[in-house]
């Protein structure tokens, strides 16, 4: 990430409510509140000083030398793939993806209090989705775990692979406990997903963000170089903030590539923070 600003500036459009301002102080607000002339009008030295916190939005230290604030009623963590699949010990070996529970548990309860609405964003299929399922995204899904691909019954009573329903594409441990009582409180949703990206053209995940004005998304879940990174990346050029939870995150390929999607997430696509920052957050 390139160094603070000297001095304050606003980008997007100054006429819109599509806009993000940064202070040399290392303050980004996405929170889009309050435009930098409106701020300057007010008599703020914005070259020295930053607006004052308000009801509703949280500062959160990011890496990169920089603490960005943001709406709460305008956020939501998007936790992609915590499934039975992919983390059961039955199915795969994934020790890196198992440790984003504990993270998750408290992320997902602090951002509740805050009123971030908490977005689960899955594998779930249906017989319709596997006729159209291109045969370019299949191989990656066959061999070497003993299953034949989308659709394929897998050993026990986990089902067939990643199909809406079954038991290996519910969520991993306490995670599906956790969603279900968020899901009866109104704070938590479900997205089924039929590809590496939950934004892949106009799906009901956009649809809700649209609806709700959410703009500022939190991502955890593994794989971090594949699906998080997919829906990261569509949800960065669909002109949302992305904040990357590093220890919230895994991947089951070599530490490089998790090192490059921390990279890029903090470099290129927007922000990375860790779940002690957020849990630090200041807020009024």
């Known amino acids: 990430m390139a160094p603070p600003v000297l001095q304050p500036v606003e980008y997007g459009d100054s006429t819109s409510n599509d806009f993000s301002v940064e202070y040399p102080n ?15 009008d007010s008599g703020i030295d914005a070259s020295t000083s930053t607006p004052p916190l308000r009801p509703g939005q949280l500062d959160i230290v ?6 960005v604030r943001v709406d709460t009623g305008k956020s939501a963590l998007v936790i992609i793939d915590m499934q039975n699949f992919f983390l059961h010990q039955d199915i795969r070996d994934h020790p890196k993806g198992k440790t984003c529970v504990e993270p998750l548990l408290k992320v997902v309860l602090f951002f509740r209090e805050k009123n971030i609405k908490i977005l689960w ?8 989705e596997l006729n159209t399922i291109p045969p370019s995204l299949t191989p990656g899904f066959h061999a070497n775990h003993g299953f034949r691909g989308f659709g394929t019954e897998l050993p026990g009573d986990f089902g067939r692979v990643l199909m809406r329903g079954e038991k290996n594409s519910e969520l991993y441990g306490p995670l599906q406990g956790l969603y279900e009582e968020g899901r009866d409180n109104g704070t938590d949703f479900w997205f089924h997903k039929n590809r590496m990206s939950g934004l892949r053209k106009q799906t009901l995940l956009e649809d809700f963000l649209e609806k709700n004005g959410i703009r500022s998304l939190f991502f955890a879940g593994v794989n971090s170089d594949q699906c998080v990174l ?6 960065y050029h669909k ?3 992305c904040i990357l939870i590093e220890d919230a995150t895994a991947t089951i390929s070599p530490d490089a590539t998790y090192e490059a999607v921390l990279y890029n997430a903090g470099s290129t696509y927007g922000f990375v923070t860790c779940t002690d920052n957020l849990l630090s957050s200041r807020s009024l």
Not at 121 to 128: E, K, M, P, Q, S
Not at 230 to 235: E, K, N, Q, S
């Open 62 to 67: 990011v890496t990169g030398d920089r603490t």
């Open 239 to 241: 002109r949302c903030y």
């Open 121 to 128: 964003v899955n594998w779930g299929l249906t017989d319709d």
């Open 26 to 40: 290392g303050l980004v607000d996405l929170s889009r509140s309050i435009h930098l002339e409106d701020i300057i």
């Open 230 to 235: 997919g829906t990261l990346i569509d949800a």
